[in-house]
C-alpha cells in the first residue's frame, strides 16, 4: 500500500499565513501606526479646521456612529441597572476626579523639587495637572470594554456620567491644583470666557452623544430580535474600533499641525512617553484591586459592603474607565479655559492629554487581551463549579432515593 503524498503547504505559504495572522491580530495597533505617519505627513488635512473639518466629521461624525452601535447593542434593561449601582459610580468617578489628580500633583512636586534646571518643560507639567482633572474618554472605553468581553453597558453610564459632570469640575479643579509659583501664572491668571465652552461642550455631548444612544435604544426597543440577530450577523460593533483611528489621526494632525511636539525638549518627550505608561498600568491595577479585592476584606462581616467583589463584566469596565482621559472633551475644555494664553503655549500644554489618550489606546489594546483570557478563565471555573455541584445535589438525590426505596422494601417485607 502506498503512503500519502506529503500535503503540507510549502514554508512561504506558512509565513505568509502567520504573517497575516498576526495583522488580523494587532490590526488596530498597526493602524495607529499608520494614521499617526499620515497625521506627520498631511497634518493639515484631519488638524482641527483642516480639509476635512474634523471638528464636525469626526468629532461629531464619528463619535455618533460609535454611540449609535452602542445604543443598538445594550439592552436597556442594563443600562437602568447601572444607573443605580452607586458603587460602580464611586468608584470610577472618584478615581477620575480625586485619585488621579491627588496622585499626578505629586509626581509633578516631586520633579518641581528635583529638576532645578527646567530640563522637563513647565508646560507639559501644567498639562498633565490639567489631564488628571478631566473626565474619562467616550469613545474608546465602551469600544475597549465590549472587545474585552465586559460589560459595555457599565461603561456606558460611566462615560455618560463623568462628561455630564466633567466640564464643571475640571476647570475649577486645574486652576485649584496648579502650583503657586512664578512660572505658572500663565496657566493660573489666563483663564478664557466658559461660556461658550460650556455651550460648545454640551452641544458636542448632546448631538453626538446623546441622540444616536437615543435613537439606538428607540430602535432595539421596537424591533428588540430583528435588532440583535441584524447586530450579530453583520458584526458592526467591530466597526466602532475603526473609528478609533480616526479619532487618534484627527487627534495627531492637530498636534503636528501646531508644532508643539518637535520643539519640546528630548526630556519632555521621553519623560511623557514613558510616564504615560507607567501611569495607565498603575491605574489599571488599581482599579482591579479596588473592584476584586482579596477575599480576606470581602469575607468579613463589617467589610462585607465595601469590598463586595464585583462580576467579571463590571470589572473589566471598571478598569477601562477608571485610568483613561478624554481627548474629545478635554482638547476643546484647554483652549477654552486658556482662551487668551499663546497658541504655541496651548500647544504644548496639549502634548500631555493628547500622548496620554492615545497611549491609553494602544496599552488597553494589550490589556483587551488580558481581560479576555481573564474572563474566559473565571466563566469556565465557574462553569465547573456549577457542574460539580449538580453532580453532587444528584448523588444526593440518588442516596436518598436509594435510602426511600431500602425502607419502602424492608415495610413491604415486614
Known amino acids: 500500500m502506498e503512503s500519502a503524498p506529503d500535503t503540507a503547504p510549502p514554508r512561504w505559504q506558512r509565513a505568509l499565513k502567520r504573517i497575516a495572522s498576526l495583522i488580523l491580530h494587532q490590526w488596530l495597533l498597526i493602524g495607529i501606526g499608520v494614521v499617526c505617519a499620515l497625521a506627520y505627513r498631511f497634518p493639515n488635512v484631519a488638524k482641527h479646521g483642516g480639509i476635512i473639518r474634523s471638528e464636525y466629521s469626526i468629532m461629531y461624525g464619528v463619535i455618533a456612529i460609535i454611540f449609535l452601535i452602542s445604543g443598538l447593542s445594550i439592552p436597556r434593561q442594563k443600562l437602568i441597572l447601572h444607573a443605580l449601582n452607586w458603587r460602580l459610580h464611586l468608584l470610577v468617578q472618584v478615581t477620575s476626579f480625586l485619585f488621579i489628580p491627588a496622585v499626578v500633583l505629586a509626581i509633578v512636586h516631586i520633579i518641581l523639587a528635583a529638576d532645578t534646571e527646567e530640563k522637563i518643560d513647565r508646560a507639559v507639567l501644567a498639562g498633565y495637572i490639567f489631564t488628571s482633572c478631566i473626565p474619562t474618554t467616550i469613545a474608546s472605553n465602551v469600544v475597549m470594554t465590549r472587545s474585552a468581553g465586559g460589560d459595555d453597558a457599565a461603561a456606558l453610564v460611566e462615560v455618560l456620567l463623568a462628561n455630564l459632570i466633567g466640564p464643571f469640575v475640571t476647570a475649577a479643579w486645574t486652576i485649584a491644583l496648579i502650583p503657586k509659583m512664578v512660572v505658572f501664572d500663565p496657566w493660573r491668571f489666563g483663564g478664557g470666557n466658559l461660556g461658550s465652552m460650556y455651550k460648545e461642550v454640551f452641544q458636542q455631548l ?207 417485607t415486614v
Open 206 to 412: 448632546g448631538l453626538s452623544v446623546l441622540l444616536p444612544l437615543f435613537i439606538g435604544q428607540l430602535v432595539r426597543w421596537t424591533w428588540p430580535d430583528r435588532t440583535a440577530s441584524v447586530m450579530q450577523k453583520t458584526k458592526l460593533p467591530k466597526l466602532s474600533t475603526f473609528c478609533l483611528l480616526l479619532l487618534i489621526w484627527a487627534t495627531f494632525s492637530s498636534c503636528f499641525a501646531t508644532g508643539a511636539l518637535q520643539t519640546l525638549s528630548p526630556q519632555s518627550i521621553i519623560f511623557v512617553v514613558f510616564f504615560n505608561i507607567l501611569l495607565y498600568i498603575t491605574l489599571t491595577a488599581v482599579c482591579f484591586f479596588c473592584s476584586r479585592p482579596p477575599r480576606i476584606f470581602s469575607s468579613r462581616r463589617w467589610s462585607k459592603p465595601i469590598f463586595t467583589r464585583m462580576s467579571p463584566e463590571e470589572t473589566i469596565a471598571v478598569c477601562f474607565c477608571g485610568p483613561a482621559k478624554s481627548t474629545a472633551l478635554g482638547i476643546p475644555l484647554l483652549y477654552a479655559m486658556w482662551q487668551p494664553v499663546d497658541l504655541f503655549l496651548k500647544a504644548k500644554t496639549s502634548v500631555p492629554v493628547l500622548l496620554y489618550t492615545t497611549e491609553q489606546i494602544c496599552v488597553a489594546h494589550f490589556f483587551v487581551q488580558l481581560f479576555r483570557r481573564w474572563h474566559a478563565r473565571i466563566v469556565e471555573k465557574e462553569d465547573l463549579t456549577d457542574s460539580s455541584r449538580d453532580d453532587v445535589e444528584v448523588d444526593m438525590a440518588e442516596v436518598s432515593c436509594g435510602d426511600h426505596a431500602g425502607r419502602v422494601h424492608e415495610q413491604t
